[in-house]
């Protein structure tokens, strides 16, 4: 090849390269113009935030006997009117003596029912597995949700099964020695150790917990419907008897008092009654509620809100003042940010009898889309409004959208520019 051709065509390759780089260059400077964000699937749940205070039906039980408790039921726990909650022993050493001897009968009474129910054959390998697995996740799941009362008793029972496991699979034969063993020692323990010199009974039905505030008497649960914003501003915390023995709750309904702002009492009051109460410091779940009362003493004044519960576990039976999340809605949409809407006309084509087109023009709220270079405003029906983004709803119910038309998923929503319109070409 004749070296001055080679040197035009590449000067001519360059050349067209450098071209292309300016174009390049000048269209990516022009698209920088007009930023651009994909509109992508989220859910949001509107949340107001609050600090509270629990008021339960609380019911101290006193303890008039001389002596050393052991409780006979754990927190948290179920009981009847005129149920024994704790028996009385002269001193600690009779009374840590029974609560041993009482832990060993429980595993004893386990390992005999394993082994009579597996050597029958009522239990299948399948079951005994499903067993293992579903305790093991309520344990996890208690853990999670800090229901800590429950995990010993959770662990004892996984235990059981694993026990019933190893039998089936014939990795044990039996356990006759372990029984034995145990009787032994129950034996022993209840031989050496006092007996009781009394008990300890609840008058009451519900749940107990040892658990005391000195707040069990600051709230009257039976005239919660008089309890003012005023009241839960400052209360009156009271000391907690020597002679109380813990308390038993005992209406499983129970209400969540807090204060609110103007705003947010009048998101409530017009807001259906269900709702759900995230209490983070004792639970990790959102607890299920109703709107019990919305109290406002000024038309523009903060309110005092109740929330009536019937959902119980430990931590809940602790709670006193919690922060508090009220959970209004959980909304699905597309995400806009709110840089992005404007407000424009759209158009809408109908037709008469004859076929013959009419167009009606509106000016409605949307935002601007890119598809390749052309624009195209779209308008939007928001379900959810934050500082900085919507929520908007991508299927409309029939009505809602003047021309029925709207964004659809990962549109490339223009989120800044000047001069935009409908049908702007970028070039």
């Given at each position: 090849m004749d070296k001055l051709l080679f040197k035009r065509i590449l000067v001519a390759a360059l050349t067209l390269l450098a071209i292309i780089y300016v174009a390049y260059l000048l269209i990516s400077a022009n698209f920088d113009m007009y930023p651009t964000e994909n509109a992508v699937q989220a859910t949001v749940t509107d949340r107001i935030s609050s600090d509270a205070f629990i008021i339960r039906d609380e019911n101290l039980i006193e303890n008039s006997a001389k002596g050393v408790l052991s409780y006979s039921v754990a927190n948290g726990e179920a009981v009847n009117a005129d149920g024994e909650i704790a028996k009385v022993y002269a001193n600690a050493e009779d009374a840590l003596s029974h609560t041993k001897a009482e832990s060993l009968q429980k595993k004893k009474e386990s390992l005999e029912y394993i082994q009579k129910n597996t050597i029958s054959g009522t239990m299948s390998i399948d079951i005994i597995n499903n067993n293992i697995k579903n305790k093991l996740i309520n344990y996890l799941d208690d853990i999670n949700n800090?229901?800590?009362?429950?995990?010993?008793?959770?662990?004892?029972?996984?235990?059981?099964?694993?026990?019933?496991?190893?039998?089936?699979?014939?990795?044990?034969?039996?356990?006759?020695?372990?029984?034995?063993?145990?009787?032994?020692?129950?034996?022993?323990?209840?031989?050496?150790?006092?007996?009781?010199?009394?008990?300890?009974?609840?008058?009451?039905?519900?749940?107990?917990?040892?658990?005391?505030?000195?707040?069990?008497?600051?709230?009257?649960?039976?005239?919660?419907?008089?309890?003012?914003?005023?009241?839960?501003?400052?209360?009156?915390?009271?000391?907690?008897?020597?002679n109380i023995a813990g308390k038993v709750i005992g209406n499983v309904k129970w209400y969540v008092a807090c204060e609110v702002n103007s705003d947010q009492a009048?998101?409530?009051?017009?807001?259906?009654?269900?709702?759900?109460?995230?209490?983070?410091?004792?639970?990790?779940?959102?607890?299920?509620?109703?709107?019990?009362?919305?109290?406002?003493?000024?038309?523009?004044?903060?309110?005092?809100?109740?929330?009536?519960?019937?959902?119980?576990?430990?931590?809940?039976?602790?709670?006193?003042?919690?922060?508090?999340?009220?959970?209004?809605?959980?909304?699905?949409?597309?995400?806009?940010?709110?840089?992005?809407?404007?407000?424009?006309?759209?158009?809408?084509?109908?037709?008469?009898?004859?076929?013959?087109?009419?167009?009606?023009?509106?000016?409605?709220?949307?935002?601007?889309?890119?598809?390749?270079?052309?624009?195209?405003?779209?308008?939007?029906?928001?379900?959810?409004?934050?500082?900085?983004?919507?929520?908007?709803?991508?299927?409309?119910?029939?009505?809602?959208?003047?021309?029925?038309?709207?964004?659809?998923?990962?549109d490339k929503v223009i989120v800044k520019g000047d001069d935009l319109y409908d049908g702007k070409v970028i070039h």
């Open positions: 800090g229901n800590l009362g429950k995990t010993s008793s959770d662990a004892d029972t996984l235990l059981s099964y694993i026990n019933q496991r190893q039998l089936y699979t014939g990795k044990i034969t039996d356990f006759s020695s372990e029984i034995a063993s145990l009787s032994e020692q129950i034996s022993t323990l209840n031989s050496s150790a006092g007996s009781s010199i009394g008990s300890i009974k609840t008058p009451k039905a519900g749940y107990f917990t040892e658990f005391c505030d000195g707040y069990e008497k600051t709230f009257s649960y039976d005239d919660i419907d008089k309890l003012t914003l005023d009241d839960i501003k400052d209360p009156k915390k009271g000391s907690i008897p020597d009048a998101s409530l009051n017009i807001w259906d009654s269900a709702v759900t109460v995230l209490l983070s410091e004792a639970s990790s779940e959102a607890i299920p509620a109703e709107i019990y009362r919305v109290s406002q003493a000024e038309k523009d004044g903060n309110a005092l809100v109740i929330l009536r519960c019937d959902y119980m576990n430990d931590g809940i039976l602790e709670a006193r003042h919690e922060p508090i999340e009220i959970g209004m809605g959980t909304y699905t949409g597309l995400r806009v940010s709110k840089r992005a809407i404007h407000d424009d006309f759209v158009t809408k084509t109908t037709y008469d009898d004859n076929d013959n087109p009419h167009k009606e023009e509106k000016k409605v709220q949307g935002v601007y889309v890119l598809y390749g270079s052309e624009v195209q405003f779209k308008q939007i029906s928001i379900l959810y409004a934050d500082e900085d983004y919507v929520i908007c709803d991508p299927n409309p119910e029939e009505g809602v959208l003047f021309n029925g038309t709207t964004i659809s998923l990962y």
